[in-house]
């Protein structure tokens, strides 16, 4: 578990510790160990009434039914959930007290949610350019689909929100601009959105070769995202600053920390190496939340007056987005 929980779970906090062998000929061996490591513990979630889970096209997914579900013939909203780095579909569930804080909701702010394991080493969900993993399509067409089929929900965009923190913060957000008739609201919850940034690119790139590795993929092959040079083109796709515009009739919901603890028991958090990124993470979420203004998408930028990059930053503020998102759903 330790081991685990001292990997980078923001993405912007991942990409400089792996190997910088990974931006040039990688060996597998140097990236699958322990990186590639399935992050034990957090499957491990007890069997629960309200928890359901599947293989769908291939890909682990976790569902938390409404408290009542099976007492009821109601529709409900669908809330989709992405991790971060590191994480998996048990992530939310494991440390973001999921379960209980779900069961505490008013009966009509009740949503099924969804969470979808993607890559194990940044979380992200894109269409890799050489075929590889189709996670873009899997999540906003397949796993949307496959949802609607199976359980009774409200199947429109206007009940059907995303959201992610960290680098699930970047794949809720990709796909809600890839998707904007399937999503209807956006959380961002210290996303690592700015993906193009001056200086980060090469780290980047070495991440999603190591995500390539990780996945079995050939290792001469572009990976997810190819190199930033020679598919330029795949990095803007994936850039959320650059798609902004399309989520003009997106409820759009960006939150982050300043860096400081928010009590003497989160800054024992501290000895965890990504706990302290969360400025670089605020200045991503206002670099993206200018490219909306510039686009002209209304959208709400919460700057907090503490937090680290952390379960305890993110998990109050799934709850704010859900207070939002449920007010939407309910008119």
Known sequence: MLRRLLLPSALIALLPVLPAAAAAEPLPGEITAPVCDEPGGQTDTPPHPRLRRHVVHGNDVAVVLPKGYDKTTRRYPVLYLMHGAQGDEDSWIEYGGLLQDSAKRPRAEQAIVVMPRMGVVTGLAVDWVDGHRQDATFVGRKL????????????????????????????????????????????????????RQQGAQASAYAAFEAEKLCAGDDPLAAGPLGDPVTHADAWEAADPLHGAARLSSTMVWLSSGNGEPCSPEDAANLVYPTAATEPELRRQADAFSEALTAADVRHVNKH?????????????????????????WQR
């Open 144 to 195: 949307v689909r496959w949802v609607d089929r199976t359980w009774r929900t409200q199947a429109d965009r206007g009940h059907r929100a995303i959201a992610g923190y960290s680098g699930g913060g970047l794949s809720a957000a990709h796909l809600a601009e890839r998707f904007p008739r399937v999503f209807g609201q956006l959380g961002v919850f210290s996303g690592a959105v700015n993906l």
């Open 304 to 328: 907090r007056s503490c937090g680290l990059h952390w379960w305890t930053r993110w998990r109050p503020d799934l709850a704010a987005f859900w207070d939002a998102a449920a007010f939407r």
